[in-house]
């Protein structure tokens, strides 16, 4: 019997030691991260080539944020950059800290250059648009197409956020974020950097971007040209007709890039409407104050600057929604409250909406709509219709819809509301607001609340 079990045992043993000759260990095809999928082949990937760590001997972090001395110091190991500690150009970065030297390497390969202020702020965390800059010019990625995320401007220049994401979508290395959004100002967190990390340094964990339809618009014309860039100077790939459905992945300008039929290209919003387009959807929108009235002013904005942007934002938003838009300015100039109420009437608008931003306490926040009850028409709906969609496309406080007779809408005859925001004296509310991508969210939602109520008027 000991005989027996003896020879069970050492061929146990040598069966152990084939294994691992031949690099089947188990401790090499997986992580020892309990709150990672074991089939996660990019964080294990990048595990086995010691280029990431856990917060702990068993835990990843998924969905702590990644700094941006951590970014820095990741993405030199990967490049196999000088890691010795030293001074850097950086006042804020310590010679002594374990990643000196190499955000000190990645200023010598150009592909980090710090803030404005002469300071790289180490610590704090790092945002998706960052790494987008980082990685795009660690990698060296250069190569870009027709490229379209709902929440970053198109910029041509080569230095803008646009074109760091353009190039790592084309590279395969970001799919975005879902419906076509990418979120820049999303803090990155660790299961992201992997993702972004593994992608750049093997083709094989790569993805196919797409673009997501945004919009489907109709040619309004015969023998519409289909081109390949955002202007009559570029290649004509064909034609569509009157009717011809065109499915818009993202605008330039007044192009909007997308496909119909078996064409892809760009097409002159000229020539484009949507399907349901009415002559009788006629929207006023007014951007408040102006002029020698700056409105609120506060965390570094002025209340009619926001409102004048959001509100050109809205327009072009109606615009493609085949709503006629009556803007009461589109520049920096005062106009009265009565001749804005009156404004409407007189250009034959069957609707008007003012576009504010708040103020009072630093503590409170949040959005709100207002209309007038001693006007008799549909106030009430228009206002909850975009209230509805603004604070969620906000992400803040829902502070509801509101009566109050503010000049704009007591003296209106049009159904008619007034928007806020947000508070410029919240810090929160302003960081957004001072950003891009939430005066489009803001902008989206108030032309969506609009289209809302004109669908539920024509029922």
Avoid: C
Wanted: hydrophobic share 35%; net charge positive.
């Amino acid at each position: 019997m000991n005989s027996f079990f003896s020879k069970v045992t050492l061929f146990l043993v040598a069966a152990v030691l084939v294994i691992s000759s031949i690099g089947l260990s188990p401790a090499s095809a997986a992580t020892p991260f309990k709150d990672v999928s074991a089939n996660n082949a990019q964080i294990t990937y990048l595990y086995e080539k010691n280029l990431i760590s856990g917060i702990s001997t068993t835990q990843f972090g998924p969905d702590y944020s990644v700094t941006r001395e951590q970014a820095a110091t990741m993405i030199g190991r990967a490049l196999k950059l000088n890691g010795t500690k030293r001074t850097t150009k950086f006042p804020d970065v310590s010679p002594s800290s374990y990643s000196s030297g190499y955000i000190q390497s990645a200023v010598e390969k150009g592909f980090i250059s710090g803030y404005p202020d002469g300071s790289f702020k180490p610590t704090q965390p790092m945002t998706r648009g960052e790494m987008a800059h980082m990685i795009s010019r660690a990698f060296n990625f250069t190569q870009t197409s027709a490229v379209f995320f709902k929440d970053i401007k198109v910029d041509n220049d080569p230095t803008s956020l646009y074109s760091a994401t353009n190039k790592l979508a084309t590279a395969g290395i970001t799919a975005g974020t879902g419906g076509g959004y990418y979120t820049p100002d999303k803090t990155l967190i660790r299961q992201e950097f992997a993702m972004f990390l593994a992608r750049a340094l093997e083709p094989k964990f790569r993805v196919l971007f797409q673009n997501a339809t945004i919009d489907k618009l109709y040619s309004t014309t015969d023998n519409l040209n289909v081109r390949s860039g955002p202007s009559t100077s570029y290649k004509v790939l064909g034609q569509i007709h009157t009717n011809n459905e065109v499915q818009v992945y993202g605008y330039s300008g007044n192009w909007a890039y997308g496909k119909s039929g078996s064409l892809t290209g760009y097409f002159s919003l000229s020539y484009l409407a949507k399907a349901t387009t009415k002559p009788s959807r006629v929207m006023v929108i007014d951007a408040g104050h102006g002029g020698s009235d700056p409105g609120a002013v506060a965390n570094g904005l002025r209340e009619k600057d926001v409102n004048l942007d959001v509100s050109l934002r809205v327009e072009r938003m109606l615009k493609a929604k085949g709503i006629n838009v009556l803007m009461v300015r589109r520049t920096d100039v005062f106009y009265s409250l009565d001749y804005r109420a009156a404004y409407g009437v007189k250009n034959g608008a069957d609707a008007f909406v003012s576009i504010h931003a708040n103020a009072y306490t630093p503590g409170t926040s949040g959005s709100e709509t207002f209309y007038s009850a001693s006007v008799a028409n549909d106030s009430k709906q228009l206002a909850t219709f975009i209230q509805n969609r603004l604070y969620k496309a906000m992400e803040h406080n829902n502070r509801g819809v509101k009566e109050y007779d503010y000049r704009v809408l007591a003296a209106n005859p049009l159904p008619a509301a007034l928007v806020e925001l947000g508070f410029l004296t919240n810090t929160e509310d302003a960081a957004k607001l001072a950003t891009w991508t939430y005066k489009e969210r803001a902008a989206s939602a108030v032309a969506e609340g609009i289209e809302d109520y004109y669908e539920w008027k024509e029922r």
